[in-house]
């Protein structure tokens, strides 16, 4: 009998232990949303400032941080698109939930301008054959006044008799596009 008890004495003893050494942390939870729409932001980021805890909310723009040390904290939520809300004091109790909300306010992005020039590319990878692209700023440069006489002067075409040749082709053979129109 009086080693039961001894027995017994002992895994209370160890219960009790091993829960004051789990019971040194404690966590932080609760939700993000919108200061004004009240409607979840998933994905925002809520960090334990001096310390590499945080987590990332639910669709449902709750979240939980697990295992924090007992004590106080500071914690941050941001998110894309809305001001940073920081929390000083937050007390942590060793094996209690700490619930923390947070609502933050939007904010207007400012960025600068971005100007994209698109250029053609010297060769075109996914050509099969030969291909001469010509704009209309390389028309107005030369001293012609028939369409003609401009397409006389590209390689492999040749104007005989007013006739457009290409290549060797014969003449009611050849077309060719004009800004989408067909000329012939």
């Known amino acids: 009998m009086k080693n039961k008890v001894k027995f017994l004495i002992s895994v209370l003893l160890l219960l009790i232990s091993v829960q004051l050494v789990f019971a040194q942390y404690g966590k932080i ?10 409607e979840p932001l998933p994905g925002a980021s809520v ?43 937050v007390q942590v109790i060793a094996g209690l939930t700490r619930e923390l909300n947070f609502e933050l306010p939007s904010t207007a992005i400012e960025l600068r301008a971005v100007e994209v020039v698109a250029e053609r590319p010297l060769i075109e990878k996914s050509a099969t054959n030969a291909i001469r692209v010509v704009t209309s700023a ?42 989408g129109g067909k000329c012939n």
């Open 29 to 38: 939870s609760g939700r993000v949303v919108d200061r004004e729409t009240k």
């Open 47 to 89: 960090v334990v400032q001096g310390t590499t805890l945080g987590a990332a909310t639910d669709v449902n723009g709750n979240y939980v941080i697990l295992n924090v040390p007992a004590g106080t904290y500071t914690v941050v939520a941001s998110y894309v698109g809305y001001q940073t809300v920081t929390v000083s004091g």
């Open 138 to 179: 390389d028309v107005e440069k030369l001293p012609v006044r028939d369409v003609n006489v401009y397409f006389a002067l590209q390689a492999g075409v040749s104007l005989q008799y007013g006739r457009l040749y290409i290549r060797g082709s014969r003449s009611d053979e050849v077309g060719y596009m004009i800004e």
